[in-house]
């Protein structure tokens, strides 16, 4: 069974550092793409970061030049590290995997932005 936890969520200060991670245990079929999503309170959830098989990532605007995605395959593992964070980040934040079975996800991390 494809399990994902993550970990690394946390009360951070605006402006600080904070790096997120995801362990994927019981996979043995081949990842399409490892993402990190978030929602916030009363918004919808959204896609943050992705990294495809293929090397290429993609980011949403509001985190472009502060997040960077990147995995361990050895270690399966795919980390979100997180600069210059804004109050606005504030929001539960979720790995997911894309497997030719489909998408599997997480339980959620929350990171809090604030001083």
């Known amino acids: 069974q494809v399990q994902l936890v993550e970990s690394g969520g946390g009360l951070v200060q605006p402006g600080g550092s904070q790096r997120l991670n995801c362990t994927v245990s019981?996979?043995?079929?081949?990842?399409?793409?490892m993402a990190w999503y978030r929602q916030a309170p009363d918004k919808e959830r959204e896609l943050v970061a992705i990294?495809?098989?293929?090397?290429?990532?993609n980011y949403t605007d509001s985190v472009k030049g502060r997040f960077t995605i990147s995995r361990d395959n050895a270690k399966n593992m795919v980390y979100l590290q997180m600069n210059s964070l804004r109050p606005e980040d504030t929001a539960v934040y979720y790995c997911?995997?894309?497997?030719?079975?489909?998408?599997?996800w997480g339980k959620g991390t929350l990171v809090t932005v604030s001083s």
């Open positions: 019981g996979n043995n079929w081949r990842v399409i793409a």
């Open positions: 990294t495809r098989s293929d090397g290429t990532t």
């Open positions: 997911s995997v894309r497997l030719v079975l489909g998408d599997y």
